[in-house]
């Protein structure tokens, strides 16, 4: 753990202190969210030690390419991943691993290992929570200052569309988010 305990000091300021600040919803509070939906997976499931400590290092670094760029920025990520995890000695092996998990959240997901599902439904575990609409107000806003969107009713449009496109992946994100997400898919429809 003395590894991970180093490259989390160093993401936590690297993010920190170069994360633009109009990153309402990719801000440090939404790595935070993933690490702590990661290790209620890791305490629910059985989880080997070496695996855990892999998922937390992909929750903190599975957005750290926002540093740079916003476009492609999973690339970025596995770049700046490669990186800081080979000063701190990290084995080929596991920095593959953390990679992978990075590039598994690019949208749409596409995992293929388990720790890969598990990271993938942490990143979008607000679908199917209560907090839902704070959240994607700050994605909303994000949006919205890059250019990337119109008014409200447009960006209900494309959360129906996405929402209704994305899967979970792993048994409890299908048992308790799914059915909080097909009510939310109603909400939005709502308003239109």
């Given at each position: ?26 801000a440090l509070t939404h790595t935070a969210d993933v690490l702590k939906v990661c ?154």
């Amino acid at each position: 753990m003395k590894g991970y305990i180093k490259l989390r000091r160093k993401v936590n300021k690297i993010l920190k202190t170069k994360l633009p600040d109009k990153l309402y919803y990719h801000a440090l509070t939404h790595t935070a969210d993933v690490l702590k939906v990661c290790n209620e997976y890791i305490r629910r499931g059985k989880i080997k030690p070496r695996d855990a400590k892999l998922l937390r290092i992909g929750a903190l670094l599975h957005d750290i390419g926002f540093t740079e760029t916003y476009e492609n920025h999973e690339a970025k990520g596995q770049e700046i991943a490669q990186e800081l995890m080979e000063e701190l000695g990290f084995s080929q092996k596991d920095i593959d691993v953390v990679k992978g998990l990075i590039w598994a959240t690019k949208i749409p997901q596409s995992p293929q290992t388990k720790l890969e599902k598990i990271i993938c439904d942490a990143d979008l575990d607000y679908l199917g929570r209560r907090d839902f609409y704070k959240i994607s107000d700050q994605l909303y806003e994000e949006l919205k200052l890059r250019g990337l969107l119109g008014n409200k009713k447009e960006w209900n449009r494309i959360q129906i569309k996405f929402l209704e496109a994305h899967s979970y992946h792993t048994k409890f994100a299908l048992d308790q988010r799914q059915p909080v997400k097909e009510k939310r898919i109603a909400e939005l429809y709502e308003t239109l």
